[in-house]
């Protein structure tokens, strides 16, 4: 599967923006997919995930309330819809998919994502 993140942009503290990641290829309802996010010097991080039929999300500590995963199978399209943001949730935002039966956990490791995305730049000013 390849995938493809777009949606990033330049936005105030307390703004919004929605990524999408368009992925291509068969199967795409067998995955699990996740949003990681890389800050300048940082290692890339986990920000939320979710199950193949949408049954299960998950999301860091830093962004729950604020993030929302959401995707759609028939489109093959997977969305990160951020709220409040904060100058630290700068970085840049990659989705990833995880080849997963339909009870595996979402994972929050680099490690067990099979494909991942381009990525796409968010940049939050204070």
């Known amino acids: 599967v390849q995938l493809q993140a777009s949606g990033g942009g330049v936005v105030q503290a307390g703004g919004s923006l929605r990524l999408s990641c368009a992925a291509s290829?068969?199967?795409?309802?067998?995955?699990?997919m996740g949003w990681f996010r890389q800050a300048p010097g940082k290692e890339r991080e986990f920000v939320s995930g979710?199950?193949?039929?949408?049954?299960?999300?998950d999301y860091a500590d830093s962004v729950k309330g604020r993030f929302t995963i959401s995707r759609d199978n028939d489109k093959k399209m997977v969305y990160l819809q951020m709220n409040s943001l904060k100058p630290e949730d700068t970085g840049i935002y990659y989705c990833?998919?995880?080849?997963?039966?339909?009870?595996?956990?979402?994972?929050?490791?680099?490690?067990?994502?099979?494909?991942w995305g381009q990525g796409t730049l968010v940049t939050v000013s204070s």
């Open positions: 979710i199950a193949r039929s949408s049954s299960r999300t």
């Open positions: 290829g068969s199967m795409f309802s067998r995955y699990n």
């Open positions: 990833a998919a995880d080849w997963a039966i339909s009870s595996a956990p979402i994972y929050s490791t680099t490690s067990q994502y099979d494909y």
